[in-house]
């Protein structure tokens, strides 16, 4: 969701603007985009809250989407690393196996370099 999307919500809820009054409509215009920009605010600031109890970073987030962004990545890595260390620990249960367990984490951790 973005401010024009939260603008468009807040005129369907009954928000007025008279356009026949260019001032009063730029007054109340800016009152629209600044109710948005607490709305976005403040949703951001709810997934990002989220983010850091689950521990996960929120880098340089400064909307949902990058916020949103920014977690898909971290899973994909958290995976990813988890797969490996499926595989190396392989290694320590069976000996002779170490050599492929070993080469299968090193491709499972070499994919995120893609």
């Known amino acids: 969701m ?3 999307d939260i ?3 807040a005129r369907e809820a009954g928000f007025k603007v008279d356009w026949q009054h ?7 215009a800016k009152r629209y985009e ?3 920009a607490l709305v976005a605010n403040a949703e951001r600031e709810k997934l990002a809250a989220w983010m850091m ?3 996960y970073a929120t880098g340089h987030g400064d909307s949902i989407e990058k916020l949103l962004e920014e977690l898909e990545w971290q ?3 958290r995976e990813r690393e988890a797969c490996a260390k499926v595989c190396e620990d392989i290694d320590t249960e069976y000996e002779g196996e170490d050599v492929l367990a070993t080469w299968c984490a090193t491709a499972i951790r070499a994919r995120c370099k893609q």
């Open 2 to 4: 973005n401010r024009e």
């Open 7 to 9: 603008i468009r919500m």
């Open 22 to 28: 260019a001032d009063v409509a730029e007054i109340k």
């Open 34 to 36: 600044y109710f948005a």
């Open 53 to 55: 109890r689950q521990g």
């Open 75 to 77: 899973i994909v890595e």
